[in-house]
């Protein structure tokens, strides 16, 4: 039974993968979270062009639909979105441990530079070139997030609806102080209301 066990721990989805195989995938999952984690600055949503790159192009381990559905996910339920994209990433390719070993990875960079910095932040924030550093990292961190939007734009608005739905977003989050929480489950609230709306009018077109 505890054989068993770690097996379904292992991988959910492939109780007969080869597991040296299996061991492979994992470490090259923890690797590229880590390199992921060392080099992003911003946040989650400043992540989205290197998750892009690094998980869709290079190693085709999600799809781009996958990962902007995952980045959905990960804005409507707690926890930090790059994270949750993590967890989501590793659980797909390798099941629970997985999720398991990218989170831990997508997490490992940050311990270790705030580890390093902690004792010394509050001599080192004011050094002239340390300033000038984190300037350039602003921006550099504006670019990654004014990308992140061109590609969520082209992904998600596909039709005069999704317009409507965003200009709506965008006027109460920033005109009126709405809470964005709100404004995700209203979302998905008129999201799953849509779904069935279009399967009944479907259902009676058929005659069903």
Not at 179 to 208: C, D, P, Q, T
């Amino acid at each position: 039974m505890t054989g068993r066990f770690w097996e379904i721990f292992m991988n959910e989805n492939s109780s007969d993968e080869n597991t040296k195989g299996g061991a492979k995938l994992l470490a090259e999952l923890f690797i590229a979270f880590v390199k992921i984690g060392f080099v992003t600055f911003g946040g989650g949503l400043a992540m989205l062009p290197i998750l892009e790159r690094e998980l869709c192009q290079k190693r085709g381990w999600v799809t781009q639909d996958e990962l902007i559905d995952y980045y959905a996910i990960g804005q409507a339920t707690p926890g930090i979105i790059a994270v949750n994209v993590a967890t989501f990433c590793g659980h797909k390719l390798r099941g629970v441990l997985g999720g398991v070993v990218a989170t831990l990875a997508i997490v490992t960079p940050s311990i270790i530079v705030i580890t390093v910095l902690a004792a010394s932040i509050n001599s080192i924030d004011q050094i002239p070139i340390v300033q000038k550093a984190l300037t350039g990292i602003n921006i550099a961190v504006a670019a990654n997030l004014s990308c992140s939007f061109l590609k969520l734009f082209k992904k998600t608005v596909a039709d005069f609806f999704s317009a409507i739905l965003l200009a709506a977003s965008f006027a109460l989050i920033f005109f009126f102080k709405v809470n964005a929480a709100m404004i995700i489950f209203s979302a998905i609230f008129l999201g799953i209301m849509i779904y069935f709306l279009n399967n009944l009018v479907g259902k009676k077109s058929r005659g069903e």
